[in-house]
């Protein structure tokens, strides 16, 4: 029997009824994106940018693909045959791309410079790896379904890599958790549950030979069905995006507390930190509401917004959920957006992102 497609798309909105909104952000006028790239994709899973290469890379669970396109936008390469794609996970160094294959229950090692798989390692029968995250010389992996999931690891960067499961009691998450990692911070993996109303955020230290749960918080800042996780440059601090509440918070590492609210609306999305710690703040929008709020970092308005409607033809944008990444010097935001009945997604490059438009 097939694969579900994971369930955080379908439950986003109804999970979003369920929160209340803690305001929205001042009012700004809106920067109109460019009509972008047609992709030829309808769904995608997770972006990663390449700033060795000056290479985006975009995967899609539905089609078993990563498109390749430059950093103005133009696709230069697909990379077929990966099944059940989801995240993309790049080497410190910008030479190694990994992606979980949930439909071939592997990892799949990419060379970034040639688009040619390098080696898969079988992750075990029925394990369906979706998420991953690096630290280190270790790929932590999210895999399972339903209330079956747990998180695996593979070594990397060795002759011998080696597949170990069930780090973290099965039950935990109702699904394969959502990861992130900073390399500022290597002894810390930070997991999300990505299908439940309120939602679960733990944290592990994972300097040792297995993870050690330090803390776990449930419905962590009034969260439900978390959409996205990043780390902020420095690995003290986790940002969050999810249906609810309608503003992207923050939460210092390791104990989670509440940090500085990035204000936004409904429903937030997506969100990225550059390596300058600019903050981009995205959401599923409602006209006329902008999707992407651009931040410097602790600030409580945006230096500017952006509407991805002139990418989608539409009177309102839709930026896809987890889609937003920056190039690591911060000097672009790339973004996918689209609506569910198009038939092709669009690659949004935002130049300068981080200027203001009013300076």
């Given at each position: 029997m097939p694969r579900r497609l994971p369930r955080a798309r379908r439950l986003l909105t109804l999970a979003a009824l369920l929160g209340l909104s803690l305001g929205a952000a001042p009012a700004t006028q809106a920067?109109?994106?460019?009509?972008?790239?047609?992709l030829p994709i309808a769904y995608h899973c997770d972006l990663a940018v390449d700033a060795l290469h000056e290479r985006v890379f975009i995967s899609d669970y539905n089609t078993g693909s990563v498109l390749v396109a430059d950093y103005q936008g133009r696709i230069v390469r697909t990379i077929r045959d990966l099944p059940g794609v989801c995240d993309l996970e790049l080497s410190a160094d910008s030479r190694t791309l990994y992606a979980p294959l949930a439909l071939d229950d592997a990892i799949s090692v990419i060379d970034t410079g040639t688009g040619r798989q390098r080696a898969r390692h079988a992750t075990g029968a029925g394990t369906a790896p979706f998420h991953a995250a690096l630290s280190g010389r270790t790929l932590f992996f999210g895999y399972g379904e339903q209330w079956e999931a747990s998180i695996g690891s593979l070594t990397v960067g060795t002759s011998a890599p080696k597949v170990r499961l069930g780090l973290i009691p099965?039950?935990?998450?109702?699904?394969?958790?959502?990861?992130?990692?900073?390399?500022?911070?290597?002894?810390?993996?930070?997991?999300g549950d990505q299908n439940t109303s309120p939602s679960t955020l733990s944290v592990y230290d994972?300097?040792?030979?297995s993870p050690v749960l330090r803390t776990t918080v449930r419905d962590p800042g009034g969260a439900s069905s978390f959409s996205d996780l990043t780390m902020t440059p420095d690995g003290e601090t986790l940002l969050t995006a999810s249906g609810a509440p309608y503003h992207h918070p923050s939460f210092r590492l390791p104990d989670l507390t509440e940090g500085h609210p990035y204000a936004s609306t409904s429903y937030p999305n997506a969100v990225a930190v550059s390596s300058r710690g600019d903050v981009a703040a995205g959401v599923n929008s409602i006209e006329p509401d902008p999707d992407v709020y651009l931040y410097r970092a602790g600030a409580d308005s945006p230096y500017r917004t952006v509407s991805l409607a002139p990418a989608t033809g539409y009177d309102a944008g839709h930026l896809r959920p987890r889609g937003l990444a920056w190039a690591p010097d911060g000097t672009r935001l790339f973004a996918i957006s689209g609506h569910s009945d198009e038939e092709h997604l669009r690659l949004v490059v935002i130049p300068s992102a981080h200027r203001s438009t009013v300076d």
């Open positions: 920067a109109p994106a460019d009509e972008g790239t047609a099965e039950g935990d998450f109702s699904g394969a958790p959502l990861l992130a990692t900073s390399p500022a911070a290597p002894g810390t993996l930070v997991a994972v300097s040792g030979t």
